[in-house]
């Protein structure tokens, strides 16, 4: 079944984030920066439990409901308030968010594809979900992105075109 395929691909690409995030997290020198990448690794993880139990539903052909996920509104973390990122020095931070960034958009687009794709109201309903998760993720990090990457430049000594 194509829609056990979508929920497998799903299951990795939230491994995946967990150990990107996870890794991001212990390589980080700030604190609010550590903080912020371990709980999108916690967020990944709880992906990970959703899309595991859908595929087992899914699989076992069993009635599919949304509902029986234990889905919680994913509240915007605190921690991607800017006043709570310090000011980064090097490069490797600056790129992680950069990587944060490609890995949200890329999920982003995929959730949106798959949740086209299914047909099972339940799957289709949580692949949804994912998708505007994963938004809210980009723009959290792209808005982090966007000030470290003016500051790196003017420690660079020069400002874009």
Request: aromatic fraction near 10%.
């Amino acid at each position: 079944m194509e829609e056990l395929k979508i929920l497998q691909q799903a299951i990795l690409n939230e491994v995946e984030g967990q150990q990107f995030y996870g890794l991001a997290a212990q390589r980080a020198s700030d604190a609010a920066v550590q903080e912020a990448f371990s709980h999108l690794a916690r967020e990944e993880r709880q992906h990970e439990v959703w899309l595991r139990k859908m595929y087992e539903q899914v699989a076992a052909n069993q009635a599919t409901a949304f509902d029986e996920l234990e889905i919680i509104e994913a509240l915007s973390p605190q921690i991607f308030r800017l006043e709570n990122v310090g000011v980064e020095s090097g490069s490797l931070e600056i790129s992680v968010y950069k990587i944060g960034i490609l890995l949200e958009m890329a999920s982003g687009i995929f959730y949106k594809n798959a949740a086209e794709a299914a047909t099972t109201p339940a799957v289709k309903k949580l692949l949804q979900q994912l998708s505007e998760w994963e938004e809210v993720h980009l723009k959290s990090l792209q808005k982090i992105y966007d000030v470290l990457q003016e500051e790196w430049w003017d420690k660079q000594g020069f400002s874009p075109a």
